[in-house]
């Protein structure tokens, strides 16, 4: 499946918007989720939830787990594994660019970002975020703001 969808972003790559999809190891899945720290009733966000893996990490977490993705392949490749995982009612994923959205209704936050957006996004989730809201990310740490607590290629920040 992944060599096929691969095929596909290559031959029609003005199809799909975002960035280039880079699927997360199940090691920093496991890791970021860990991470995450979450307790009952916590909503938690994929920032370019691609595939929908850590979605349904986090939901199979105990969260109430949103992704956002542009790309309508991975949407679509999302929402399949999600009703194949059956967390369906529990994990959802929305074709929307997040860059546009309002993340004060989030406790947990996931990214994996890319080095030039990193500084914009956060930002954004400063400005946005509750208090005591946790933000992990995977391999590119924010520039400005010192996370609590790392874990192999995941950094874990806290709204204060």
């Known amino acids: 499946m992944m060599v096929f969808l691969g095929a596909i972003f290559a031959i029609f790559p003005v199809l799909f918007k975002g960035a280039i999809y880079l699927p997360t190891s199940k090691r920093t899945v496991k890791k970021m989720v860990e991470l995450a720290n979450i307790k009952p009733g916590e909503i938690a966000v994929d920032l370019g939830s691609g595939d929908g893996r850590l979605v349904i990490a986090l939901a199979k977490a105990g969260a109430e787990a949103h992704g956002y993705e542009i790309n309508p392949l ?87």
């Open 74 to 160: 991975l949407v679509f490749l999302a929402r399949r594994n999600i009703r194949k995982a059956r967390f369906k009612g529990k994990a959802f994923i929305h074709f929307k660019n997040f860059w546009k959205e309002d993340f004060s209704q989030f406790d947990i936050v996931t990214i994996f970002g890319i080095g030039y957006a990193m500084e914009s996004l956060e930002q954004k989730l400063k400005k946005e975020l509750k208090i005591g809201a946790r933000v992990v990310s995977n391999t590119f740490p924010f520039p400005n703001w010192q996370y609590i607590k790392r874990g192999d290629t995941a950094f874990l920040y806290q709204k204060l």
